[in-house]
């Protein structure tokens, strides 16, 4: 599965998810997404087959699915994002892709899914 960090993460959460071998980038590292609508990053996302990783849960689920090829909710709550606590959404983020089948992003992207980290 293909993920896109939303503008809160910072690039280094995405660049230590590839190195675990996972396909994901941060908005914060595309001069395109910088500064732009949730809309904007909701369709970058979809045309590219990705699901958006957000702590932005009312916008995003305000989109109709549309817009969307997937949404993961992340509550800032449970999973705050002090510099001391990347490394612990690092490792819940990749135990979630790990849990997904390899077939995964053609389901993903024909329903929609949404889900809570």
Do not use: C, K
Request: hydrophobic share 45%; charged share 30%.
């Amino acid at each position: 599965m293909r993920l896109l960090l939303d503008e809160m993460y910072p690039p280094r959460l995405a660049e230590h998810l590839r190195a675990r071998g996972h396909d994901v980038l941060a908005v914060a590292e595309l001069a395109e997404l910088i500064g732009r609508s949730d809309i904007e990053v909701a369709r970058f996302a979809r045309e590219r087959g990705r699901i958006v990783v957000t702590e932005n849960v009312a916008d995003f689920l305000r989109l109709d699915t549309g817009h969307h090829s997937g949404l993961l909710l992340v509550s800032a709550r449970r999973w705050p994002r002090r510099p001391q606590d990347l490394p612990r959404l690092e490792r819940a983020l990749a135990a979630w892709l790990d849990a997904r089948p390899e077939d995964a992003d053609e389901q993903v992207s024909d329903a929609g899914l949404v889900d809570w980290l």
